[in-house]
């Protein structure tokens, strides 16, 4: 067992002094990993209750989400209607927070320390207040302009709490690009408008790329301004999973939830991938 | 002639300083738009719904009740209790896991991130759904625990409070693990060989020096932690079953069940001032683009 007598660190820490942590830290990340995952095996169980391991495997709860009918008595339309809301609703919001969360960035990096200081802050507000104020605030906002159950005030709500994060995403970016060679491009006749096309984006693309991925993915997952802000046939699937989960463990959750794992960590590794490359 | 020259050069110059200023801050107006219509606005309204009566004249009754009524310093009570328990376990398992981490190679360290960002980008309902599933009665949890011969009857962990704090510790995890891994990867080792090298042994080598170093990002992830467990709703309404409530769960029926504004508006506002008081200490400590992580 010599190996145990090997140095870990550079204070000379050897590893049986260290194992413990070792085998913590592989603990917790097992924690932290695996129980999403459970769902995956039970959505494919073909018995009513969940049990693990399933008994008897099938994909009666993959067929009650693609094919469910529409009159399923819990207050909003088919599973498959509202997954489509949520995508429409995440797609449209990539629309709407990235080229204003871009602009802002844009502006706030070139502006002076002075107004970035000011500005900055206000603009990571949905971040700050809780999200149930946000929602109860939108929700009477929305009820004003008749726009409660719109996929017009989802979408709003939405990109309210994706700016921030797109924000973020692209200044950091832009802190790490030199600004000077749009003003090489400027001083060599281009406008300001083609300078940025030609010269910056090119650049920062895949923070861009990144902040749209994200942008989707916090739209698709959020739930508690869908709560309120959406009903009828216009339910996000996350509005229709959490009516649903109050309620009873219906298994066709844990097959809309393997769905939603699989968008999820496509999304992430995407992001990943894209994040990589420095821009 | 020279000099007049050189003195129009400047006040064009100024002039066009001052439409450059103009043009950028004109890139930040829409969002402003949407922060001022969609936050601004509407938050600033619930303010004032604060301090509306129930028989629509200004009161502070929406604020004398919290304080008067059992039922509402229990869900005070509650809160904190919770978002304490859960910034605790957090800690608990966080720190050492981080410390891990920062230790690793870059490779490593990379591959062990994303088994933190999974469960950051995979929906919180999933999460909470998963648990649900895991700590039932019948669940793996009970199953294994019985098979092992550790318990003879199923322990009720969902729909209580021991099931809430572990959903909401698994789903909050990744907010303290982000911002203190920065904060860790940033500490020069040298600090840590120039202990060694004085003679301190690694254990206090780590309390004196590195512990220390790292109470930046540990204090900066225990109150994102905390602030974001203050004002949870869907972690703690489903996997507490109705007998754990908290801030926001409250102010979610004062306006679905009971259709009071006030009532509701007056528990958001002491929620928001809360939030923004920590938050303020947090930014005191750390920078914001720390606390976002890369999410």
Not at chain 2, 22 to 28: C, E, K, R, Y
Request: proline share 4%.
């Amino acid at each position: 067992m010599s190996f145990l007598n090997r140095n870990v660190s550079e204070t000379q820490i050897r590893l049986k002094d260290r194992l413990w942590l070792y085998i913590f830290s592989i603990l917790v990340l097992f924690l932290l990993i695996v129980p999403s995952l459970v769902v995956i095996p039970m959505s494919f169980s073909g018995s009513q209750y969940l049990e693990f391991p399933p008994k008897s495997f099938s994909l009666r709860w993959y067929e009650a989400y693609f094919f469910s009918s529409s009159d399923n008595g819990m207050g909003f339309n088919d599973w498959m209607g509202a997954t489509w809301t949520s995508i429409k609703v995440a797609v449209l919001t990539i629309f709407v927070a990235t080229p204003i969360g871009t602009m802002a960035a844009y502006g706030l990096s070139n502006s002076s320390a002075r107004v970035r200081g000011i500005l900055f802050p206000i603009m990571i507000s949905p971040m700050a207040v809780p999200i149930i104020l946000v929602a109860i605030g939108l929700f009477y906002f929305f009820v004003q302009f008749k726009m409660v159950n719109s996929i017009t005030g989802l979408v709003l709500g939405h990109s309210l709490v994706a700016m921030p994060l797109v924000l973020i995403i692209v200044l950091s970016a832009l802190r790490n690009y030199d600004m000077n060679q749009e003003k090489v491009a400027r001083s060599l006749g281009a406008s300001r408008l083609r300078a940025f096309f030609e010269i910056t984006l090119p650049q920062i693309k895949f923070s861009i790329i990144s902040a749209c991925l994200i942008s989707f993915l916090t739209s698709f997952d959020e739930v508690i301004i869908s709560l309120f802000v959406s009903g009828g046939d216009n339910s996000t699937i996350t509005r229709a999973m959490f009516l649903a989960l109050r309620d009873q463990i219906d298994p066709t959750i844990a097959a809309i939830s393997t769905v939603l794992i699989i968008i999820s960590s496509g999304l992430l590794l995407l992001t990943q991938l894209f994040g990589d490359k420095k821009d | 002639m020279a000099l007049i020259d050189e003195h129009v050069n400047e006040a064009v110059l100024k002039n066009l300083d001052r439409k450059e200023n103009f043009t950028l801050f004109g890139l930040t107006v829409p969002y402003l738009f949407l922060i001022f219509f969609l936050i601004i606005i509407p938050v600033g309204w619930l303010f004032y719904m604060s301090f509306i009566g129930r028989d629509g004249s200004y009161s502070f009754e929406n604020y004398e009740r919290m304080v008067t009524q059992k039922s509402y310093i229990r869900i005070f009570l509650t809160t904190f209790k919770i978002s304490f328990l859960t910034t605790l376990i957090c800690a608990l398992l966080g720190y050492p896991l981080t410390y891990f981490m920062s230790q690793l190679s870059r490779k490593w360290a990379g591959i062990c991130m994303i088994g933190v960002l999974i469960p950051f980008w995979t929906s919180l309902l999933v999460r909470t759904y998963a648990w649900l599933v895991l700590l039932q009665r019948k669940g793996l949890i009970n199953n294994i625990a019985i098979d092992l011969g550790f318990i003879s009857e199923p322990i009720k962990f969902v729909h209580n409070t021991s099931g809430t704090l572990i959903g909401m510790a698994h789903i909050m995890l990744p907010f303290l693990i982000l911002p203190l891994y920065a904060n860790m990867r940033a500490i020069d080792k040298d600090c840590l060989k120039a202990a060694a090298n004085l003679g301190a042994t690694p254990t206090r080598a780590f309390w004196t020096v590195f512990f220390p170093l790292s109470i930046p990002g540990l204090l900066a992830g225990l109150l994102i932690v905390f602030v974001i467990c203050l004002g949870f709703y869907v972690t703690p309404a489903v996997l507490g079953g109705g007998k754990i409530i908290m801030a926001a769960m409250k102010i979610s029926s004062n306006i679905e069940l009971y259709f009071s504004w006030g009532a509701a508006s007056a528990l958001g506002v002491v929620l928001l001032v809360v939030t923004m008081l920590i938050l303020y200490i947090a930014s005191k400590l750390v920078s914001i683009d720390q606390i976002g992580g890369n999410k």
